[in-house]
């Protein structure tokens, strides 16, 4: 039984190897694809945000900036935040940007005041919703302490009534006006990585299968033996 075990756990992970090596492949087109629309809120709903994720958009619009909040990060620049910017999409729609990473020891109304003016385009990547906080923190609203990308509590918390289900990291940014003054954010910076890990996986188990053979062929040896003398 443990052979059969082992063995199953083996072609499982073959199975999950395969279908990582599909999704890499799929984030890859996607993340070097021309900017596209960014789909119906209706249909990331129904088909789940996942099916967007990493979809390299083209969002047009105007910031709104006074709602603009500090996400904590941790990035290859150090530790700082995430600027999250709301956008009123041409189309009526409201979309959370990631506008990029600005040091610790940046104060909001400094990112604030340096929110592009006017019309805007912004080329980035669909990400999922954040909700609730980070792994070691809770987001709390209350105080405006935010720990993770939290779609939903943000536009809450600045009464600004339903937001598309996902977010956009910002990988440039074309303003009409731009803000005199203010921070402005380091965009691209997403991390793309799927650990691929399977392969290594599939051969301890099939090495276990085998040694659990070897083993049961071992005792029944010795069985033999002791049952011949």
């Known amino acids: 039984m443990l052979t059969v075990g082992f063995a199953a756990l083996g072609v499982w992970q073959i199975q999950r ?12 087109a996607r993340v070097h694809a021309a900017p596209a629309a960014l ?19 083209n969002a047009r619009g ?7 909040a500090l996400v904590r990060a941790a990035t290859e620049l150090g530790t700082g935040y995430w600027t999250m910017t709301p956008m009123r999409l041409d189309d009526g729609r409201l979309v959370w940007i990631n506008r990029g990473f600005v040091p610790e020891g940046s104060k909001l109304a400094q990112v604030r005041k340096g929110v592009p003016q006017g019309r805007v385009s912004v080329i980035g990547l669909v990400r999922e919703d954040e ?8 987001n709390r609203p ?23 289900p996902v977010f956009i990291d910002a990988q ?10 203010g921070l402005t954010p380091k965009p691209g910076l997403t991390v793309i990585h799927f650990p691929d890990n399977h392969f290594g996986y599939a051969l301890t188990w099939f ?23």
């Open 172 to 181: 440039s940014e074309n303003a009409a006006g731009k803000a005199p003054g």
């Open 131 to 138: 909700p609730g906080g980070s792994l070691l923190q809770s």
């Open 17 to 28: 190897m395969h279908w990582k090596h599909a999704l890499i492949a799929r984030v890859d």
């Open 142 to 164: 209350g105080n405006d302490r935010w720990y993770s990308r939290d779609i939903a509590a943000l536009s809450r918390s600045r009464h600004l009534g339903p937001a598309a």
């Open 62 to 68: 105007t910031y709104i900036g006074r709602a603009s």
């Open 39 to 57: 789909p119906d809120t209706a249909d990331l709903i129904a088909k789940g945000s996942d099916s967007a994720e990493y979809l390299r958009v």
């Open 207 to 229: 090495a276990m299968a085998i040694m659990s053979i070897a083993a049961m062929i071992f005792v029944w040896t010795r069985k033999g033996n002791r049952q011949a003398c």
